[in-house]
């Protein structure tokens, strides 16, 4: 009994081979040339015919589980890049906060003179001037005057409110800047001495551009 049942297990186990393909070349009257699978050439052309065989049927490859791509970061270089406009300026740092907050300017009045002059004044109560005055000789000459004269005049002043302190400080040194500039003068004019004054106290306060 297990001599017989020896060539059965044989065939069944043998590969199964597919059917051969048989390829075509048909050439027509003016020459052409084509192939055709499987299906003879048409009447009227040479036709020539060749067998191929089939390679053993195989069982496909188990299908592998597939594997998750690694998430990788982006590189260093990934960033986008200019491709056209204008170059944008890089932003500057926020300037550091200052610990110490600066105090605000010192009091500040604006002063009239007798003849309508205004100015700033550090004190409310500037000193008064001496206005001169025209004096006449006996009977009204003025080439006989008899002396000097003047008239003691004092300006008036009012407090700069607090709200345009830092424009009024600022504007006070400006106006010592030109009067300094404007004179001409060398280092050891007054002039520069006061607008240097001027500008220092600026730069300490809060009114500090």
């Known amino acids: 009994m297990r001599s017989r049942l020896l060539p059965l297990v044989l065939l069944c186990c043998a590969p199964v081979l597919a059917q051969d393909t048989v390829i075509y ?7 052409t040339v084509t192939l055709q699978n499987d299906r003879p050439c048409p009447a009227g052309t040479r036709q020539e015919m060749r067998r191929v065989g089939a390679l053993p049927a195989a069982p496909p490859p188990a299908s592998a589980a597939p594997v998750p791509a690694a998430s990788r970061p982006p590189p260093p270089e990934a960033q986008f890049e200019l491709v056209r406009g204008p170059l944008q300026a890089p932003a500057s740092p926020a300037p550091a906060a200052d610990a110490t907050p600066r105090p605000p300017p010192p009091p500040l009045f604006l002063c009239r003179s007798w003849d309508n002059d205004d100015y700033f004044s550090d004190t409310a109560t500037p000193e008064p001037r001496c206005v001169p005055l025209a004096t006449v000789g006996i009977g009204g000459d003025p080439r006989l005057g008899a002396g000097s004269a ?60």
């Open 150 to 209: 003047c008239e003691v005049r004092t300006d008036t002043c009012a407090a700069v409110p607090a709200e345009a302190l830092c424009r009024a400080w600022r504007q006070r040194v400006d106006e010592a800047e030109f009067r300094w500039k404007f004179a001409g003068a060398g280092d050891g004019d007054p002039r520069k001495a006061e607008y240097e004054r001027l500008a220092q106290v600026l730069r300490g306060s809060a009114c500090a551009p």
């Open 25 to 31: 070349r048909c050439t027509a009257a003016d020459g």
